[in-house]
């Protein structure tokens, strides 16, 4: 079974700082990698995606993976109390109706 | 631009009684669909996806069912619910064609509670 890692925090961090969220994956295989936010009863929602190693920058958001080490992050620059959320990591299975697997999620609290 | 629909968003029903939940998209064609549960505090478990009409795969045992009558319409059934089916009830879509790699775009879900 595939399986995606993260710790579920909470993670605090206070306004204007950088938060880093990390997520560990078992397929060595995995092309792509997809980053969601969820708010507290609502729906996730896609804020980034990668595909390549390195970083890939989008706004406050930069994802980062690392293929030989099976990890791939979220930092989020600059940190607003609204970015409080839960981060969801995922990543597809391939040949199977393209579903995801989702981490756990790591819960981000921003203090003012 | 496509969209997904879920109804309900809230939902209070008692044991034993008979569910369904249905989800359709708009904006695109033979799109994959998904229906994904989230227990209180856990993460998104996948029960079933469908990759076309009358076309679904099962995930894990359990007591609902999932049906696709039409392309973009993916329904979530059940004949008695047990008290453990409560949780957030999440339609997804992605699009068809792409063995992997695709991002999965939620609706807004529907809130479970069975009493």
């Known amino acids: 079974q595939k399986e995606v890692e993260q710790n579920s925090g909470p993670l605090s961090v206070p306004e204007g700082a950088i938060a880093s969220l990390n997520c560990t994956y078992s397929?060595?295989?995995?092309?792509?990698f997809f980053w969601y936010r969820q708010y507290s009863g609502k729906s996730p929602e896609l804020i980034m995606f990668?595909?390549?190693?390195g970083d890939k920058e989008d706004g406050r958001f930069t994802a980062q993976l690392n293929k030989a080490s099976q990890y791939v992050s979220l930092l989020i620059r600059d940190s607003q109390p609204s970015d409080s959320a839960t981060y969801l990591c995922?990543?597809?299975?391939?040949?199977?109706?393209?579903?995801?697997?989702f981490g756990q999620g790591t819960e981000l609290s921003v203090k003012p | 631009s496509q969209t997904i629909h879920q109804w309900p968003a809230t939902l209070v029903q008692p044991v034993g009684s008979p569910l369904s939940l249905e989800c359709t998209v708009e904006?695109?064609?033979?799109?994959?669909l998904y229906w994904y549960r989230q227990a209180a505090g856990r993460g998104l478990q996948l029960l079933f996806y469908?990759?076309?009409?009358?076309?679904i795969s099962s995930e894990v045992p359990q007591n609902l069912s999932a049906s696709r009558p039409q392309d973009r319409q993916f329904i979530l059934s059940s004949k008695k619910l047990l008290l453990s089916d409560s949780g957030f009830y999440l339609c997804?879509?992605?699009?068809?064609?792409?063995?992997?790699?695709?991002?999965?775009?939620f609706g807004n879900g529907t809130r479970l509670t069975v009493t």
């Open positions: 397929d060595r295989g995995s092309q792509s």
């Open positions: 995922a990543v597809p299975v391939y040949n199977q109706g393209g579903k995801l697997i």
């Open positions: 997804a879509w992605s699009p068809r064609g792409r063995t992997g790699g695709s991002p999965l775009h």
């Open positions: 990668i595909y390549s190693n």
């Open positions: 469908s990759v076309g009409i009358g076309q």
């Open positions: 904006g695109t064609s033979n799109p994959n």
